[in-house]
């Protein structure tokens, strides 16, 4: 017999869920799932842009690394005054056109290595990653992280990846040097307006251009969504299903499997519970401390 166990809780910044976990489980026509998730990736792959799915993705890997990220007070390169630092956008593109080289290969043998780079260089654990093509046909690519890297340190980082390939032996044949200018920063100092910047920018739609083959955006494993905090609701979290019904009862909903209810880990501080704040806090430190 398939009884009723507890309800296990999923948090994320901005949605608190529960599903109910059964002594027999839950079975799923797993055929059906992935004959259907093979025709959304092949309906998406065709319309260039982010499916739903996808773009619930992005979004908590964005809403996450807002949350860990504590803005950071570094010194100018002149020993001359502070700034603060909260976030960045960092822009990443090639300097010759990109030809019949394809964007599976200049994600693994150029994005992939400047990744790694600026991991073991710079620390950059937490990032979130997204690649379009230009008007001139050429992929691209923009990264947020909460890690500060001086802007010429990025171009010098870029280039030196860039040095092996076609792209920067076509243009030191043009300009007989080797220091394009194929990056550029945007410092996002403000907490509120960074997280709808950071959104809106990664969600648009560019028509008229050519499709990117492949991936379309990535996060370090830290932002993941198969990170995301979940926990047993027993002991002393028994009652938190029942708590946040009633505290949320405007936004609380019923979905096919689990009961849920949009909310923010910030907005809303001082109607949550205080025990699931301490829970959730202690994961945003794990998450931030982890390389």
């Not at 950071?72 to 090639?94: A, E, V």
């Not at 992939?112 to 600026?118: C, V």
């Not at 010098?156 to 044949?173: D, I, R």
């Not at 100092?189 to 028509?207: C, G, L, M, S, T």
């Amino acid at each position: 017999m398939n009884t009723y166990l507890y309800e296990k809780c999923f948090l994320t910044p901005d949605m608190i869920s529960f599903s109910p976990v059964w002594s027999e489980g839950k079975r799923y026509n797993s055929d059906t799932t992935r004959d259907n998730s093979m025709n959304n990736l092949q309906a998406n792959e065709e319309k260039n842009y982010l499916s739903f799915k996808s773009t619930l993705k992005i979004r908590y890997a964005i809403r996450l690394l807002t949350q860990i990220a504590k803005i950071q007070t570094c010194p100018n390169l002149n020993g001359k005054g502070s700034f603060n630092f909260y976030l960045n956008m960092i822009t990443l593109t090639l300097p010759a056109p990109q030809g019949s080289i394809t964007d599976k290969e200049v994600k693994k043998y150029c994005l992939d290595r400047f990744l790694t780079m600026i991991r073991r260089r710079k620390g950059c654990s937490h990032y979130v990653w997204r690649a379009e093509s230009q008007s001139n046909g050429n992929i691209h690519f923009h990264i947020i992280t909460n890690t500060y890297i001086h802007y010429e340190e990025v171009q010098k980082f870029w280039n030196t990846v860039l040095y092996s390939t076609p792209f920067m032996q076509y243009f030191y044949s043009k300009f007989n040097h080797y220091n394009p200018p194929t990056t550029h920063i945007k410092s996002l100092r403000n907490k509120e307006k960074a997280i709808d910047y950071i959104v809106k920018y990664v969600k648009k739609e560019k028509e008229g251009y050519r499709m990117i083959e492949g991936r379309k955006y990535g996060c370090s494993q830290s932002l993941s969504h198969s990170n995301r905090l979940n926990f047993e609701c027993v002991d002393d979290f028994q009652r938190l299903p029942y708590d946040i019904s009633v505290i949320f009862q405007d936004r609380f909903q019923y979905g096919k499997s689990a009961k849920y209810t949009l909310m923010s880990m910030e907005k809303d501080n001082k109607r949550i519970p205080k025990h699931l704040k301490e829970k959730y806090n202690n994961w945003l430190s794990e998450i931030r401390d982890s390389n």
